[in-house]
């Protein structure tokens, strides 16, 4: 028979708040990506900028908005 494996339960308050702070951290992140990119002079640079610094944006939002709701559901658990 396998040993039972017992998890410390504040563990997963630590990660969860770990998490919750790795959340906000990445949102903060792509507001201020989105908040500081500059003009390059060149009209077809300009656009590949922009959109990469939007998709950068963009990836930041997702990965806090997995990582908020991550957190929350080990703060239920």
Do not use: Y
């Amino acid at each position: 028979m396998p040993a039972e494996h017992r998890m410390d339960p504040t563990w997963l308050d630590v990660v969860a708040a770990e998490l919750a702070r790795s959340s906000a951290v990445a949102l903060e992140a792509s507001d201020e990506l989105l908040a500081h990119f500059g003009d390059t002079g060149d009209a077809t640079a300009q656009r590949a900028v922009d959109a990469l610094v939007n998709q950068a944006a963009g990836t930041l939002s997702a990965l806090s908005e997995c990582l908020g709701d991550t957190s929350r559901e080990l703060q239920g658990a």
